[in-house]
Every structure is written in structure tokens, then in C-alpha cells.
């Protein structure tokens, strides 16, 4: 049984792409998985549709007419409502820096056209189950001046509010609820982004690089050749 199916009420999907065949075949096979759709065929219609259908996952191909899926995701992003929203980018583009743009946007994956349905579902099912299954001990963490709360996705440093996207977040939460030990690129591609998604090594740097600007450089330490890891000293 799908994620969808499992489920007491249908997880909502916003699919955008210019291509009427492909908004199609998706919606299609969503609605099959038990999905609830909505469709747009460019970002400007996107962001209109996002504010009143509310998606927790919006399906977004990059090269659109009057704004491209980048533009579209960072304007998404900007809405609060939308910060911890899944975003997952096709394209016919297999350019390295499409995709590392795409992963610094937030991206939780990204997938290359032509697309074949049984393996976006898949991917698709995977990402709402793993945040079923997700299950960590401790819910909120105090530590070193940081406050973490995964209940609500919020973070405080010295009583102020920090805003962090989903997967910054879940990168800063787990190595600060395992301080000072040593995690490697692969080890955190795996904890946060999960086996099942291909996402380049340098997508942990970028995060750890804009987690770093916005709490603080001392929190998260480099030690070279070897990986990252959080300091409470």
C-alpha cells in the first residue's frame, strides 16, 4: 500500500511543468497512488494555486515561460507557510550547476526527464514515508545557546528567532543531537536525505555553509578530509 493510501487523509501535490502531456501523466498517476492534485503550467499560476491548496509537495519542472522552477521554489520558500513544503525538480537538463542550483534552493530531489511514472512514484512515496517513520528521541534540544524544537521546525539563538529551511534544519538538528561526533558527506546524504535519493556530495556543503551564515561559524566544526561535526564547547 502507497504512503498516500496509508494514510487517513490524501497528501496534497501541486504539479507544475508547461507541458500539458506531462501535468497530465503525473496528475494521473498521483490521483492513482491516492494523491490529492492540483496542476499549474507556470510558476506565476504555481504560486497563485500554492496559496490556497496549501501542497506538501509541489512537483516543479525547471525550464518554464515567465519564471523558471528556481525562481518559483525561492518565491515559494519565502512564503512561511511553505518553508518545510517538499520540493521535487524535473528537467531535461542534466547540468551539474541545474541541480546544485536546485539543492540550494532546497530541493529534496530532482529528477531527469523523460520521466517514467513507476520510479517518480516511488521517489514520491518515499519522501512521505520517511517523514512518517522519522523518529528521533529527543524533540527539542538546548545547546550551546541554540534552542532546536522539531515540533515546530524552530530554531532560537539567544532568545532570537533563526529561520532555517527543512532540510538546513533537519542537517543542524541532527549533528547538534549527536555533538561532537565526526559525520562524512556520505553519512549525512544518507541521514538527511535518505539511500534512495541521488543528491551530489557538495549539497552537504552548501547546507552546512548557509547554516553556518545564519547561526553562527562556531557551532558546526570542518575537520578536513574527514567531515563535519557539532561542538557544544
Known amino acids: 500500500m502507497s504512503a498516500a493510501k496509508s494514510a487517513q487523509i490524501a497528501h496534497k501535490v501541486l504539479v507544475v511543468d508547461d507541458d500539458p502531456d506531462i501535468v497530465e501523466l503525473l496528475a494521473y498517476n498521483l490521483?492513482?497512488?491516492?494523491?490529492?492534485?492540483?496542476?499549474?503550467?507556470?510558476?506565476?499560476?504555481?504560486?497563485?494555486?500554492?496559496?490556497?491548496?496549501?501542497?506538501?509537495?509541489?512537483?516543479?519542472?525547471i525550464m518554464m515561460p515567465q519564471m523558471d522552477g528556481i525562481e518559483t521554489a525561492?518565491?515559494?520558500?519565502?512564503?512561511?507557510?511553505?518553508r518545510n513544503t517538499y520540493?521535487?525538480?524535473?528537467?531535461?537538463?542534466?547540468?551539474?550547476?541545474?541541480?546544485?542550483?536546485?539543492?540550494?534552493?532546497?530541493?529534496?530531489?530532482y529528477i531527469t526527464k523523460p520521466i517514467k511514472p513507476r520510479a517518480l512514484m516511488s521517489r514520491?512515496?518515499?519522501?512521505?514515508?520517511?517523514?512518517?517513520?522519522?523518529a528521533e528521541p529527543e524533540s527539542q534540544i538546548e545547546i550551546a545557546?541554540?534552542?532546536?524544537?522539531?515540533?515546530?521546525?524552530?530554531?532560537?539563538?539567544?532568545?532570537?528567532?533563526?529561520v532555517l529551511p527543512k532540510k538546513e534544519f533537519e542537517l543542524l538538528f541532527f549533528l547538534a543531537n549527536h555533538p561532537n561526533k565526526v559525520f562524512n558527506r556520505e553519512?549525512?546524504?544518507?541521514?538527511?536525505?535518505?539511500?534512495?535519493?541521488?543528491?551530489?556530495?557538495?549539497?552537504?556543503?552548501?547546507?552546512?555553509?548557509?547554516?553556518?551564515?545564519?547561526?553562527g561559524e562556531t557551532y558546526i566544526r570542518t575537520l578536513k578530509g574527514v567531515g563535519y561535526m557539532f561542538t557544544d564547547e
Open 31 to 61: 490521483e492513482k497512488e491516492g494523491y490529492e492534485v492540483a496542476t499549474a503550467s507556470n510558476g506565476k499560476n504555481a504560486l497563485e494555486i500554492a496559496r490556497t491548496f496549501i501542497p506538501e509537495l509541489v512537483v516543479l519542472d
Open 74 to 82: 525561492r518565491l515559494l520558500r519565502d512564503i512561511p507557510d511553505f
Open 87 to 109: 520540493l521535487l525538480f524535473l528537467t531535461a537538463r542534466s547540468e551539474e550547476y541545474s541541480e546544485v542550483a536546485a539543492f540550494e534552493i532546497g530541493a529534496d530531489d
Open 124 to 134: 514520491i512515496n518515499a519522501l512521505f514515508r520517511r517523514e512518517a517513520q522519522k
Open 145 to 162: 545557546g541554540l534552542s532546536i524544537n522539531r515540533k515546530n521546525y524552530t530554531v532560537t539563538k539567544d532568545d532570537k528567532s533563526v
Open 187 to 215: 553519512e549525512l546524504l544518507q541521514k538527511i536525505w535518505g539511500a534512495d535519493i541521488y543528491v551530489l556530495e557538495r549539497t552537504v556543503d552548501v547546507h552546512i555553509r548557509k547554516v553556518r551564515e545564519k547561526v
